[in-house]
């Protein structure tokens, strides 16, 4: 644990806004090569990208667990705490990308992280063990001077005022934040809370969290810093060092889980997120959400603490021995749980590398292992758990990698591959994009490792697209759900003046004018910008249009609550859904529903700029109009589906029922052969007075071959089935080509060889046949229907087989079968009626 060299040891200590990073890459850059540990990946970054914008990139490498930038004449290293190149290849848990090797300058960042129960062993060892060859810098806070004086007593402690002042201004609420407010909350799903709140309120706000990749961060950033947006939410991430032109800092609340219980931050945690208002000499204030003291706010010791930068000094930071021992796996874990014997030092809890290693050396096959592949083993333990699933289901992945690598092996291309091609997809909300990009920073950790995969740098560069691709893919849907650049606009730029003193006028025409300047196109319930707006005016013009055109639009939506049926139309959209239109326009767009004839309606994302009391009528209107629609068009249909579910009808009628109206009320007869072979007299002629038609060939309703029942019943079917609306067969047309779409074509037609023939045709055509093998005649083909109709002999003979009749020659002859129970029967009886009409 004693410096490695005999140049100077100097601890930076001070609250946050002294310089202490700005200090370190200065005195970095001055020497002939240098390191630098930060707590955060974000951190490491930015000051990656800092001191390449001064020394050049072949000059600057970055190394994190998740991405490595090392050119062959790099000679400062910017890293995060668990990467920096202070041991041997592999030998820690964190498997450090780089080989030990000597800097002229070392510098160790946040420091005072050495308290934290799950990362405090690896501050710990580096402040112990990184040194510069000329050179060593220790920063953190003030708290930390107890321990510097008793574990480095030689180190020249320095400590560093804070540039600008920090004070407490009380608890408002979210409606009346200050602008460049930054809301620190200790829960993705407070974040977002918050966030949406603030889009309301404020126009947007920019995210940023931990987990986020440094693309999307930074994109984040960015918005904030441009002005686009005047409020930022973010997890405490933010008291890391991030440097951004913050001037009030807001406790969403001052407990958060630190991954064993709910507990208050420290004094020392609350002043390093607050620190982060004011930047250089410009003065910064923090306080709370609506919280009181007596809600859990700040108490008076509190901010008197945070105000003069006074803390608790530490007693003790976490420790976790370095000299690990890899005779064999049991060795390793004994050294690893080694006690330190200084007073100032406590032993680590056990962390999620360490937690692994047990699980896995419970296998009596892992635990023999010794030497090189014991070393192999802690490396690819600690494969940090980046989707937080926890040490047992960690395990299962670093088991699996210890089965390839332990001996010296590589991790299957094929399973690597599948695995980065599973996570490259970009589709979802932003919680799916999260757990991608939590996912891909794994495959991107293994792909750092040299030793693990055959082709390291292809991996490397494949793992860094699709994290970039995922990054701009998630600030694009923070940015969607987060910011309304248009209210933020309005809150910026109205001004004194206020928008409601702006005149706003719109047109018989739809042209919307605020004032003098027409500014954009009011299209059914879509506004338009006009381009050719003044851009000086644009922003305020459009913000003030924005804020007042719901009164036009809850106009336009009561009108058509209160219009008649003819208003609305159901029409086919461009990938072919369906929806309710007026005019020209969609107001809501049909969706499966509880049956065929009760589809849902998803009302468009215009309409959801009007009132929720307005939407909801002109829903409720919207509903009945479809609701009568389909009363109308498919009356016979509705009324058979009601039959189906009558008590009073037969258990035969309410099967046939089903099977017909979940058809949409054509069915070939040879699927419902089994219901129909049950039916009594009575329940035939139940099923008569319903309009259903028992076919030789098909069981149909004839009002639903109609063009307008055949075009609803198509869009119901399409609806219920999640497709687009099939092409319909012409008005009137009696036969079809083969080049007809199938799925338009079976609501009212039945295949004939090359040709459709409509469905009552064909029963025509089969009844007939029937009726002429009854009375014993020769011909059963009807000539004059089916040539008035046009059909060829291969559609006469398709037709008569599926009848039952087969051609012999010139003559047709019956194929003849085995009846079915009670057939025979019903067809000696049909031969007797026949026989009693033609008597008549």
């Known amino acids: 644990m004693a410096p490695r060299s005999d140049a100077p040891v100097r601890a930076i200590l001070g609250p946050t806004n002294t310089g202490k990073t700005h200090l370190a890459i200065e005195r970095m850059c001055g020497h002939s090569s ?60 964190a498997g450090a990308p780089g080989a030990a090797r000597e800097f002229a300058f070392a510098a160790i960042d946040e420091a005072q992280l050495g308290i934290d129960p799950e990362r405090g062993h690896v501050f710990t060892d580096r402040m112990l063990r990184a040194r510069g060859r000329e050179e060593t810098l220790i920063l953190g806070s003030e708290s930390l001077k107890p321990i510097i004086r008793e574990l480095l ?75 686009e947006v005047d409020y930022l939410v973010a997890t405490d991430a933010i008291g890391m060092g991030l440097n951004m032109d913050v001037t009030h800092v807001a406790f969403a609340g001052l407990e958060k889980f630190d991954g064993r219980r709910d507990r208050r931050l420290t004094i020392a945690e609350m002043a390093q997120i607050a620190g982060r208002a004011g930047r250089h000499q410009k003065d910064g204030t923090f306080g709370t959400l609506g919280l009181s003291e007596e809600s859990g706010g700040f108490s008076d010791s509190e901010v008197a603490a945070i105000e003069d930068h006074r803390f608790r000094p530490l007693d003790w930071i976490y420790w976790r021995n370095a000299d690990v021992d890899f005779t064999d796996v049991r060795a390793l874990i004994a050294s690893l749980e080694e006690k ?23 296998d009596p096959a892992i635990v023999a292992r010794k030497g090189a592949q014991a070393r192999r083993l802690w490396a690819v333990c600690g494969l940090p758990d980046f989707r937080k699933v926890g040490p047992m289901h960690h395990a299962r992945m670093v088991r699996r990698l210890f089965s390839y690598i332990g001996e010296g092996g590589h991790v299957p291309h094929e399973w690597f591959a599948a695995e980065v091609t599973r996570l490259d997809n970009m589709s979802g909300d932003i919680e799916a994009l999260a757990d991608r990009l939590a996912g891909i920073r794994s495959w991107a950790y293994i792909a750092h490792r040299s030793d693990w995969l055959k082709e390291p740098a292809k991996w490397a560069e494949r793992t860094r697209e699709v994290e970039g691709r995922l990054s701009d893919a998630l600030h694009e849907r923070l940015t969607q759900r987060f910011v309304d650049r248009r209210t933020a606009v309005l809150v910026r ?29 009011l299209s059914g319930f879509e506004f338009r910008v006009d381009p050719s707006a003044r851009l000086a005016d644009k922003r305020l013009l459009l913000a003030a249009a924005e804020r007042r055109l719901g009164e036009e639009l809850d106009r336009r939506a009561t009108a058509l609550v209160e219009a008649p049926d003819e208003t609305f139309a159901l029409v086919i959209e461009e990938g ?10 969609v107001l809501a ?40 629609q389909v009363d109308h068009q498919l009356r016979a249909l509705g009324t058979l589906a009601a039959a189906a579910t009558d008590p009073a009808s037969s258990p035969g009628v309410r099967a046939l029922a089903a099977m017909l109206t979940d058809a949409a009320g054509v069915l070939p007869r040879k699927a419902a052969l089994s219901a129909i072979a049950h039916l009594e007299q009575a329940d035939r002629h139940a099923l008569h007075r319903l309009r259903v038609r028992l076919g030789p060939l098909d069981v149909f309703l004839p009002p639903l071959l109609k063009p307008s029942a055949q075009f609803w019943r198509a869009a119901l079917l399409a609806v219920r089935e999640g497709q687009p609306m099939p092409a319909l067969p012409p008005r009137g047309a009696a036969t079809l080509g083969a080049e007809a779409d199938p799925r338009g074509a079976t609501l009212a037609y039945r295949r004939a060889g090359g040709t459709w023939v409509r469905i009552d045709l064909a029963d025509r055509l089969a009844s007939h046949a029937r009726k002429v093998r009854s009375a014993g005649g020769v011909d059963p083909v009807d000539t004059v229907l089916a040539t008035s109709i046009g059909l060829d002999e291969e559609a006469i003979g398709r037709l008569m087989n599926d009848v039952g009749f ?35």
């Not at 030689?154 to 460049?180: C, H, M, Q």
Request: net charge positive; with cysteine; glycine share 10%.
């Open 34 to 93: 240098g390191v630098i540990g930060f707590p955060l990946r974000l951190l490491a970054r930015e000051v990656y990208d800092r001191v390449v914008a001064m020394k050049g990139e072949k000059q600057v490498a970055l190394l994190t667990g998740e991405e490595r930038i090392v050119p062959p004449q790099a000679r400062y290293f910017l890293c995060t705490a668990e990467s920096m190149p202070v041991g041997n290849e592999g030998e820690g848990p």
């Open 153 to 227: 007593p030689d180190a020249e402690i320095v400590t560093r005022p804070r540039f600008s002042t920090l004070r407490y201004s009380g608890s408002v609420k979210l409606s009346r934040l200050p602008p460049r407010s930054a809301v620190v909350a200790f829960s993705a799903e407070q974040v977002y809370a918050l966030a949406e709140m603030l889009r309301r309120f404020r126009g947007g706000a920019a995210v940023v969290m931990g987990a986020l990749s440094p693309a999307t961060r930074n994109a984040q950033v960015a918005m904030f810093q441009r002005g």
């Open 340 to 362: 330190p014997n200084d007073p100032a030092l406590r032993a680590a809890p056990e962390a999620i590398d360490l937690a692994v290693l047990k699980l896995i050396a419970e």
């Open 493 to 521: 730029d109205i001004g004194a003046r206020g928008a409601d003193a702006l005149p706003m006028t719109v047109a018989a025409d739809g042209e919307v004018s605020v004032g003098p300047e027409p500014i954009g196109h």
């Open 576 to 585: 072919g859904g369906l929806a309710v239109g007026w005019g020209e326009h």
């Open 589 to 628: 767009r049909l969706a499966p529903g509880r049956s065929l004839l009760e589809p849902a309606l998803r009302t468009a994302r215009a309409l959801d700029r009007l009132s929720a009391q307005t939407r909801a009528a002109l829903r409720a209107r919207l509903e009945r109009w479809l609701d009568a």
């Open 806 to 840: 087969t051609r012999a020659g010139d003559a047709w002859r019956w194929r003849g079968r085995r009846h079915r129970p009670g057939e025979q029967k019903r067809a000696s009886h049909a031969f007797a009626e026949l026989a009693k009409l033609k008597r008549k």
